[in-house]
């Protein structure tokens, strides 16, 4: 049975799933048994539509790309349009929320309502908003036990590259005490582009935008609270150690000027925006902040918008995973990856 998908938000990542659900039909069908059916996107500006026996996706994205608005989507008979975002959640056929609207980093609302919203009907929701899984974490993933939904977040750290699903899966039973990384795509970029071709800040910074990898508001990457949000889920999800967002000190990438990165260049060193946890007698202390890192350094060499993070075990010692941090297909893909665990899972139960 196909799993019916509807969309809260339908941005860069949204696309990007949609576009992969487009070309990877046939792929998934055959290699993973996995079919997918958008029945419902409803998006805050781009308009909302609703159709119980699904939308057809090439449809959606050419009306989109042509007209900038889900509105010219073709009328058929049995098309609903207009319902806002938690009428969609709450009275579509979809089974699984798609919520990609955008990362609010001061309440993590509307999208912890979305969610919410979501569990009380039973459905399950993937997500790459950060809000709801930092601020929210524990109370959001008991909700979703209570009610059998899967409450799926792969995207929030580092786009697709699996930093929640590898240490869960492959470092299970490590107690992981320590983790650091570059977490912020749009920083990383920013700062190799001043560093590799003198591109001004303010220029480095619309190449982001222009790629999609920052936040609706770019504040939150510079200034550090979208690394501060990851890290926070970190230590919640991959730590098993409760942290909250006022408990990480915090300071972006935005007093760096070209010369500092000159200077740091000269010196053989390269200025990267750093997160760190570390569990310390049982608590968790954890901070944002720029540092100049010497050449040696593995996160030193972590360019563009790729992110990496290294991951301190008592077992198994280092391990450092490196890959994307952000973008369109990047971090459509993790939302996939979520849908394929789903899939899987029911495969499993109808055995
Ligand atoms: N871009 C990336 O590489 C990554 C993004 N993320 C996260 O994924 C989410 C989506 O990112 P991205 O696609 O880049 O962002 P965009 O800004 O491109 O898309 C977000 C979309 O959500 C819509 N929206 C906002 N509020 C609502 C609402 N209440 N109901 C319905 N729609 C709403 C916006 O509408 P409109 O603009 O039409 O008003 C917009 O179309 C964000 O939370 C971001 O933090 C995570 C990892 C990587
Ligand atoms: N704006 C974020 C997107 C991914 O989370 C970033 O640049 O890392």
């Known amino acids: 049975m196909a799993h019916k998908l509807a969309f809260i938000g339908f941005g860069v990542v949204g696309q990007g799933l949609a576009e992969i659900l487009r070309d990877k039909k046939e792929a998934l069908k055959q290699n993973e048994g996995f079919e997918a059916e958008i029945v419902a996107i409803s998006d805050l500006m781009k308009g909302s539509i609703y159709h119980p ?18 509105e010219n989507y ?39 309502d979305h969610c919410k919203a979501a569990f009380e009907k039973g459905k399950n929701v993937v997500m790459t908003n950060k809000g709801p899984v930092a601020l929210a974490y524990q109370e959001l993933s008991e909700m979703a036990q209570r009610h059998g939904a899967y409450w799926g977040f792969e995207g ?6 699996p930093a929640l699903r590898m240490p869960a899966a492959a470092l299970a039973g490590n107690d992981i005490t320590e983790i650091r990384g570059i977490l912020n795509g749009t920083t990383n970029y920013i700062l190799t582009q001043m560093e590799q071709d003198g591109v001004s800040y303010e220029a480095a910074l619309k190449e982001a935008q222009e790629l999609g990898y920052a936040e609706a508001d770019p504040a939150s990457d510079v200034e550090g609270y979208d690394a501060r949000y990851k890290i926070v889920i970190l230590s ?39 997160a760190k946890a570390k569990k310390e007698n049982g608590k968790v202390i954890a901070s944002i902040a720029p540092e100049k890192l010497d ?14 993070i290294t991951y301190q075990c008592d077992l198994l010692g ?25 899939n899987r899972e029911r495969q499993l139960i109808s055995i």
């Not at 058929?76 to 806002?84: A, F, K, S, V």
């Not at 450092?320 to 971090?331: D, F, H, N, Q, V």
């Open 53 to 70: 026996g699904g939308l057809d996706i090439s449809t959606v994205l050419q009306v989109l790309q042509e007209t900038g608005s889900l």
């Open 74 to 112: 073709p009328e058929r008979p049995g098309l609903i349009r207009g319902w806002d975002s938690i009428r969609t959640i709450k009275d579509t056929n979809a089974d699984t929320i798609i919520e990609v609207s955008y990362t609010d980093v001061k309440t993590g609302q509307p999208a912890i």
């Open 156 to 161: 929030t750290v580092m786009s697709g590259t």
């Open 236 to 274: 919640n999800h991959v730590m098993n150690a409760p942290l909250s967002v006022g408990e990480v000190e915090c300071k972006g990438i935005t007093g760096i000027t070209l010369q500092d990165i000159e200077k740091a260049k000269a010196e053989g060193k390269s200025w990267k925006l750093i």
């Open 295 to 308: 050449a040696e350094d593995p996160l030193a060499s972590i360019r563009g918008s790729v992110n990496a």
């Open 318 to 342: 280092t391990v450092t995973l490196s890959g994307a941090g952000a973008g369109k297909i990047e971090t459509g893909f993790s939302l996939l990856i979520d849908l394929i665990s789903i």
